[in-house]
């Protein structure tokens, strides 16, 4: 699937993705937060834990993200942990954990 044709987080999980634009504006995340509009789902996490439902919204890198690399942990609205993986001022992956199954 070519980058156009993947989804936009904010298309398959709009309530996502204004929980997310808005814990980032909290957190004073602010040019993060103009991101989440432009996220596409590259790829969901294929771990199959029950608890699970992360993913990437950017090809993964083959080993570590290395230099440039922050984790931005959230304050979701919801039960659960949002937890961004950061490089160089990019979203690369949402992780999403024990939190209500999103549609």
């Known amino acids: 699937m070519i980058p156009d044709?993947?989804?936009l987080v904010s298309e398959q999980w709009p309530d996502l993705a204004a929980e997310l634009a808005?814990?980032?504006?909290e957190e004073g995340e602010n040019?993060?937060?103009?991101?989440?509009?432009?996220?596409?789902?590259?790829?969901?996490c294929g771990c199959d834990d029950d608890?699970?439902?992360?993913?990437?919204?950017?090809?993964?890198?083959?080993?570590?993200y290395g230099r440039g690399h922050r984790n931005v942990?959230?304050?979701?609205?919801?039960p659960g942990y949002?937890?961004?993986?950061v490089v160089d001022d990019a979203i690369m992956h949402?992780?999403?954990?024990?939190r209500p199954h999103l549609t």
Request: aromatic content about 6%; glycine content about 6%.
């Open 22 to 25: 808005t814990a980032l504006r």
């Open 5 to 7: 044709e993947r989804p």
């Open 31 to 44: 040019d993060l937060a103009h991101q989440v509009g432009t996220l596409h789902v590259v790829e969901q």
């Open 94 to 98: 949402v992780e999403v954990l024990y």
């Open 82 to 85: 949002l937890i961004l993986d």
């Open 51 to 64: 608890f699970c439902q992360s993913f990437s919204t950017a090809p993964k890198p083959t080993g570590a």
């Open 73 to 78: 942990g959230l304050s979701p609205s919801k």
